[in-house]
């Protein structure tokens, strides 16, 4: 027998494999051996189990579902369970004591926001007297006190100059200074928007002198290498680094506002009433829906505000700073 070329074995192996293909109707897949050649084979070889194959996934549970959906199940939960306390507090006082108005029902309360005409209008009155209260004060602690922290900024004898009065302001009782406030302002709006601005002036001052200062020494050393003066520095580099924290100094501060026009309203009852005054007069009457009533629209109101300057902060900084 003539021995074969290896081109003429290379055919000859190709049209066996070829003729094996057609009559079986199966394709032959390539098998590496042990010293690195390929050999075919009539059959393809079965993949032992070992138990590495995939598992068919599992349904969440409910809890892990609702974990995944957001945050917004966990404060629902705490809500019922306050409401389900409040209904036991109440009738405490209700069946045990026999003191109904120091703590009704929450249905009570939410008949009297919702459903009391009577009630209804002059709670919106009020509201809408302390919102612009609340708004004035507010702006007013936001130009003061950026200002305050840009000064500061700039030199370090300013910040030691200036920056322990924002203390002082901070650690001064307001009650104890309102009937001075009183003395010397009068009464009326201008007071209620005095008290409003001391109580939410700190957080501004010291979140942004924070942000001000906060900026990298390099980032100032390279300013300072091309030439930026002061202005520069401020608006292109110490302003953009400081808008975090400062939008987390007004978001405190708007919550403080809240609280600055309802202590203002309680003390300074003349002029055009607000939320402050309305509290104080249902209490005086015994009208325990009423007063909770305008408890829990101040807070709506405090919280309405909150949220307000962290979605304008989201807008803002969101695109670049995880803002929450």
């Not at 068919?56 to 945050?71: D, E, H, I, N």
């Not at 002059?122 to 507010?138: S, Y």
């Not at 919550?255 to 002029?271: C, H, N, P, S, Y």
């Amino acid at each position: 027998m003539p021995a074969q070329t290896p081109d003429t074995a290379a055919t000859t192996t190709a049209a066996t494999t070829t003729a094996a293909t057609t009559a079986t109707g199966t394709t032959t897949a390539p098998a590496t051996t042990a010293t690195g050649t390929t050999t075919a084979t009539g059959t393809a070889a079965a993949t032992p189990d070992d138990g590495t194959s995939p598992v068919p996934a599992r349904r969440p549970s409910l809890v892990k579902g609702l974990m995944q959906r957001g945050p917004w199940w966990q404060p629902t939960i705490v809500l019922g369970l306050v409401i389900g306390a409040w209904y036991l507090a109440a009738l405490y006082y209700d069946r045990v004591q026999e003191l109904s108005w120091v703590v009704p029902y929450p249905h009570q309360v939410a008949h009297e926001m919702v459903a009391n005409p009577l009630f209804r209008e002059p709670l919106l009155d009020d509201l809408l007297q302390t919102a612009i209260v609340t708004a004035t004060g507010l702006g007013i602690a936001v130009a003061v006190g950026v200002v305050w922290a840009v000064l500061m900024s700039q030199a370090r004898w300013v910040e030691q100059s200036l920056y322990p009065y924002a203390v002082i302001l901070q650690t001064v009782p307001i009650l104890a200074i309102v009937p001075l406030i009183g003395s010397i302002f009068g009464y009326e709006f201008t007071s209620r928007v005095i008290v409003t601005v001391l109580i939410a002036l700190f957080p501004l001052v010291s979140n942004t002198l924070f942000g001000l200062q906060s900026v990298d020494r390099a980032q100032r050393e390279l300013f300072r290498l091309q030439g930026a003066g002061r202005w520069t520095t401020l608006t292109k580099l110490q302003f953009p680094a400081a808008l975090p924290a400062m939008f987390v100094g007004l978001r405190t501060a708007a919550g403080l506002a809240v609280i600055g026009a309802i202590v203002g309203d309680q003390f300074f009852q003349r002029g055009t009433p607000g939320l402050g005054v309305l509290i104080q007069v249902s209490n005086s009457r015994l009208n325990g829906p009423g007063t909770y009533a305008a408890i829990l629209t101040a807070s709506l109101l405090g919280v309405g505000v909150f949220l307000l300057f962290g979605l304008l902060g989201r807008l803002v900084i969101g695109r670049w700073f995880d803002f929450r």
